[in-house]
């Protein structure tokens, strides 16, 4: 499975950028997909899941109510509302199609997406 991030960009705090997620030549709707970042110099960290038929979510705190996961045609997307300098980070989409943790024990990733937030 080839997953491609995009959506990232330069964007002042508190700005939003939408994050999307897509698989070639498949839909991601039965698999758990899950975000994660990694800063300069900082390890790769869980930032959102998603997992189910019914789309059941999971976020890191420092996101809780700023970002949200969600499912759309075939693809998967990470809203990210009052973006913060401290947001700043390489975004990666992962995917399996087994059920498992929101955070961990994906098989496939995506190559990332820069995220920037300055002014």
């Known amino acids: 499975v080839q997953l491609q991030a995009s959506g990232g960009g330069l964007v002042q705090p508190g700005g939003s950028l939408r994050l999307s997620c897509a698989a070639s030549?498949?839909?991601?709707?039965?698999?758990?997909v899950g975000w994660f970042r990694q800063a300069p110099g900082k390890e790769r960290d869980f930032v959102a899941g998603i997992r189910g038929s019914g789309g059941s979510t999971a976020y890191a705190d420092s996101v809780k109510g700023r970002f949200t996961i969600s499912r759309s045609n075939a693809k998967v997307y990470l809203q990210m509302n009052s973006l913060k300098p401290e947001d700043t980070a390489v975004y990666y989409c992962a995917a399996d199609p087994v059920w498992g943790s929101y955070s961990s024990g994906y098989d496939y990733w995506g190559q990332g997406t820069l995220v920037t937030v300055s002014s």
């Open positions: 030549g498949r839909t991601l709707s039965s698999y758990r």
